[in-house]
C-alpha cells in the first residue's frame, strides 16, 4: 500500500484509482467479493485523502467526484459509488489493517477511540464474509453498535442482501433487544424463510411521541400523540399503509360506534382497523375490534379489496390467553404490545457477548 501521507494532485488521485480498479479486475473469480470491496475502501481512502490535502481541493470542491466520474469514464466507476467508498473508508477504518500495518496516525486514532473492541467486527471477516452489497445496506445505520449488531447476526445466519434488508426494515435489532427472550427472536428468523407481506411487530415502538408511560394516562391523549406524529406511526407499523380516518363513525345495531383508527394498506389490498388500549389485553377488547372488522367486511369492502385486518394494540399480553380468544374468529385479528420508551442497549450487549462465546468469535 502505497505511503498514506504522499499529498497527490488530481491527476495521481485518477491514477491510483484506476490502478486499484485494474488490479482488482484480475483478481481470480473465486476473490471477487473480497476484492471489490478492497478495491471500495482504498478508492474511499485516497479521495479522502486527496480532500484533506491535495492542492487542487479548492478548485474542484464539490465537483470533485462528478469530475473523477468524467475522467475516468469507466463502467461502473460512477459520483454514486465514490460517495458510498468515501463512506466506507470512513465508517471502517479498521479494514486498513488488512491492507497494510504501516497505518497512519489518524487511522490509529480512529481504531483507538473505539469505546469497546469487542464490538468491533474484525476486518477479516468483513471483508471475507461480506459482500460490499451487504456493508451498504449496513452503512444506513448511523449508530455503531447496531451496526455491530447487524454485521454480526449476518455473518452468523448467512442472510443474503435481501434478508439483511428485510431484517433492518423490520427491526430487528430493537426487536431482539426489547424482548425477554432474545434467542426466541432470532430463532424465529433463522426458521422461518417465507417473506410476509403484513408483519406484525411485537412491540411497536412509539418513542417518537416523546412521552414517558406516567405521562399517558387516557387512550385520547396516546391517540393525539399519534395523529401529531402520523408520519412516524404509518413508518412503525410497515410498508404500504395509508391513513383515511380517525374516529369514523359507524352504525351497529342503531348505535354509534367510533374505531379509533381506519387505514388501508394499498400492498395488501384491505382495510386496517387499529384500536389502541392503554390497558393489558383482555378478551372484550378483542371482541370490539373483532365486531369493527365483521362491519368493514360487510359494508365498506370494494371491488378488488381484499377481507380486512384488525390490530389490537395493548400494553401488555398474555399468549395463551390471546391464543385462547382467537380460537375459531373467523376474521383476520392481530394483537401486539407498544412501547412508549426504548430501552437501553445493555440487553443486546449481554446477548451478542453470550453468543461471541458460544461461537468463539473472539478467539
Known amino acids: 500500500m502505497k505511503n498514506m501521507n504522499v499529498t497527490m494532485t488530481f491527476d495521481k488521485l485518477v491514477e491510483n484509482i484506476q490502478e486499484i480498479n485494474n488490479s482488482a479486475r484480475v483478481t481470480a473469480t473465486g476473490a471477487i467479493n473480497r476484492s471489490m470491496t478492497l478495491r471500495n475502501w482504498l478508492i474511499g481512502y485516497y479521495i479522502f485523502e486527496f480532500e484533506q490535502n491535495g492542492k487542487e481541493r479548492a478548485e474542484y470542491g464539490t465537483y470533485l467526484l462528478k469530475k473523477l466520474e468524467e475522467q475516468i469514464n469507466e463502467r461502473g466507476l460512477n459520483t454514486t459509488l465514490f460517495k ?31 469505546s469497546d473492541q469487542r464490538f468491533t467486527t474484525k476486518p477479516e471477516l468483513l471483508i471475507s464474509r461480506l459482500s460490499f452489497s451487504h456493508i451498504r445496506e449496513i452503512m444506513t445505520i448511523d449508530d455503531s453498535f447496531e451496526r455491530f449488531f447487524y454485521e454480526f447476526e449476518c455473518i452468523k445466519c448467512g442472510w443474503s442482501v435481501r434478508e439483511l434488508r428485510r431484517q433492518i426494515g423490520t427491526n430487528l435489532y430493537f426487536r431482539a433487544g426489547i424482548s425477554k427472550n432474545p434467542e426466541k427472536v432470532l430463532a424465529n428468523i433463522e426458521n422461518n424463510d417465507q417473506e410476509t407481506l403484513l408483519n ?133 385479528l392481530f394483537v401486539s404490545t407498544y412501547m412508549l420508551q426504548l430501552p437501553d442497549k445493555e440487553q443486546i450487549k449481554e446477548f451478542l457477548i453470550k453468543q461471541m462465546e458460544e461461537l468463539g468469535y473472539e478467539d
Do not use: W
Not at 394499498?266 to 371482541?287: A, D, Q, T, W, Y
Open 84 to 114: 458510498l467508498c468515501r463512506q466506507f473508508y470512513l465508517t471502517y477504518p479498521q479494514i486498513g489493517a488488512t491492507l497494510s500495518r504501516q497505518l497512519d496516525k489518524s487511522d490509529e486514532n480512529a481504531l483507538s477511540s473505539q
Open 200 to 332: 406484525i411487530r411485537d412491540p411497536f415502538a412509539f418513542e417518537f411521541l416523546g412521552i414517558e408511560a406516567k405521562e399517558a394516562e387516557k387512550e385520547s391523549e396516546l391517540e393525539q400523540a399519534l395523529m401529531d406524529h402520523l408520519q412516524e406511526f404509518l413508518l412503525e407499523l410497515g410498508r404500504g399503509f395509508c391513513f383515511e380516518a380517525r374516529h369514523k363513525r359507524i352504525i351497529i345495531d342503531d348505535e354509534y360506534y367510533f374505531p379509533d383508527l381506519v387505514l388501508y394498506n394499498r400492498i395488501l389490498h384491505c382495510s386496517v382497523i387499529v384500536e389502541l388500549k392503554n390497558e393489558p389485553f383482555n378478551h372484550e377488547n378483542l371482541g370490539q375490534i373483532n365486531a369493527y372488522v365483521a362491519y368493514y367486511k360487510e359494508n365498506e369492502m370494494y371491488p378488488g379489496d381484499n377481507p380486512p385486518i384488525g390490530i389490537l394494540l395493548c400494553t401488555k399480553k398474555g399468549p395463551k390467553m390471546v391464543e385462547y380468544a382467537l380460537s375459531g374468529m373467523d376474521n383476520q
